[in-house]
């Protein structure tokens, strides 16, 4: 029998609202599944990419990865980590991170030279095969958008063995596809089912399994952003018998920063006198009694029986804080004015009505108001690029893009 613990998407560094607790909350999280795995003895640590949340680091964040994987270290429990489309090596810093940690021995990190699966050299610690007496691992990276021509040209080239076979892939089994994203829909990977024992996967950040195609996605450790709904966080505790294969799974709940988003509906709501008390009341009915530190995102939608759509967000703000304990608070104003009516809207031009539509959408994805403008500039590009057609963008655009997203995105 061997056990491992199996995690992923632990995006140290990640702050998001410029709230230092939040960065901290991410190494708690990862530090919850560390003890877990020092505690039970496991045989060895997997992370299935994005260690990280960015690919340059401040010294704060790699101190934290440091510190976090010592009691591993000390404990002699392989750590097990392939590259994710956070933390990998960028053309400018061709060395990353992640090898730095695997150079200098804190973990060994499984990347594939292109497709090709070369054998972990403990010299130059390089190579995606580890093999032991008991496993075999198989660190195959991120694919991105080549998953499905990747995972067909990788997978005749690994071979078959009596011994536990493992795979590690940052990717996304159909639930990913279609999301409109990179990833692999399972008809596209029968061959890796077959051939592998267990399927660690990353980069979904909600919690997924197949037992049957035997693929298990943990989740994140924390909540990176503000998530729509609630979700589980944690990892896996997994066992697997040597002689029958057969894989015992068991999800682990880290604890997480409490973090709710809540749509309140003001149609209800006379004037802006009374909308205040209401949208408290709505929390207090949502929240748990006494929640420490909390994140909250509020969403206002409806209109005011006596007409109106906008709220002092600033007063409103205050007043919460006043009332709750909270961390970080983010309000999204999506009333919208009925009366304004169809007729109204007709003196508006088509693309003025979906710019109006297409920033709603992008402020109910959870992005911040000083955001819009320029993540609504590369929707345009990009739906400029579909219409004509064009499969490839010119250089200069393509560079135009990458610097669009980067300033929002790093």
């Known amino acids: 029998m061997i056990k491992f613990v199996h995690c992923s998407d632990i995006h140290l560094g990640a702050n998001p609202y410029s709230v230092e607790e939040k960065m ?27 260690l990280f949340d960015k690919k340059v680091l401040n010294a704060k964040t790699l101190e934290q990865a440091m510190e976090a994987i010592k009691p591993l270290n000390d404990a002699k429990i392989p750590v097990y980590v392939i590259e994710g489309n956070h933390d990998s090596s960028t053309i400018l810093h061709k060395y990353s991170w992640l ?59 690994m071979k078959k063995t009596d011994k536990i076979l493992i795979t590690i892939l940052h990717t996304g089994i159909d639930r ?17 089912f077959d051939m592998s024992d267990y399927i660690a996967l990353g980069h979904i950040h909600n919690r997924y399994q197949s037992e049957e195609n035997k693929y298990y996605n943990p989740g994140s450790l924390e909540n990176v952003r ?38 309140i509906d003001l149609s ?30 509020l969403k206002l939608r409806g209109e005011l029986k006596e007409g109106g759509t906008q709220i002092h967000i600033g007063e409103l703000k205050e007043r919460l804080q006043k009332e709750f304990s909270i961390l970080y608070i983010e309000i999204l104003n999506l009333m919208s004015n009925k009366k304004r009516g169809t007729n ?36 345009k590009m990009m739906k400029q690029t579909g219409m004509n057609e064009e499969v490839l963008l010119s250089s200069k655009e393509g560079e135009e893009l990458v610097d669009k997203i980067t300033k929002i995105i790093v």
């Not at 901290?24 to 530090?31: I, N, T």
């Not at 990913?176 to 029968?190: C, I, P, Q």
């Not at 066992?239 to 029958?244: A, G, H, L, Q, S």
Request: charged share 30%.
């Open 24 to 50: 901290d909350d991410m190494k708690v999280a990862f530090c919850e599944a560390v003890n877990f795995a020092v505690s039970n003895r496991v045989d060895f640590f997997i992370i299935a990419g994005d």
């Open 99 to 157: 090898e730095f940690l695997s150079q200098r021995g804190s973990i060994i990190l499984l990347k594939p030279d292109g497709t090709s699966l070369n054998r972990w050299d403990e010299l130059t610690k390089t190579g995606c095969i580890y093999e032991t007496d008991q496993y075999v691992l198989y660190g195959l990276g991120y694919p991105g958008v080549t998953s499905k021509s990747y995972i067909n040209q990788v997978t005749s080239s």
């Open 176 to 192: 990913f596809v279609t999301e409109g994203m990179a990833g692999l829909r399972e008809e596209d990977a029968k061959e890796l």
């Open 226 to 263: 503000i998530p729509q709904k609630e979700e589980e966080k944690g990892f896996y505790f997994v066992t697997i018998d040597e002689k029958t294969k057969k894989v015992r799974a068991e999800h682990k709940a880290t604890l997480k920063r409490p973090t709710y988003n809540l749509t």
């Open 268 to 297: 209800v709501v006379n004037n802006l006198d009374g909308a205040t008390e209401y949208i408290v009341e709505a929390v207090k009915k949502n929240v748990k009694e006494n929640e420490k530190e909390m994140v909250l995102q």
């Open 344 to 379: 109204d809207q007709e003196s508006y031009t088509r693309e003025e009505i979906e710019e109006r539509v297409m920033k709603d959408l992008i402020l109910e994805e959870g992005f911040q108001d000083k955001d819009i403008d320029a993540l609504y500039d590369v929707v």
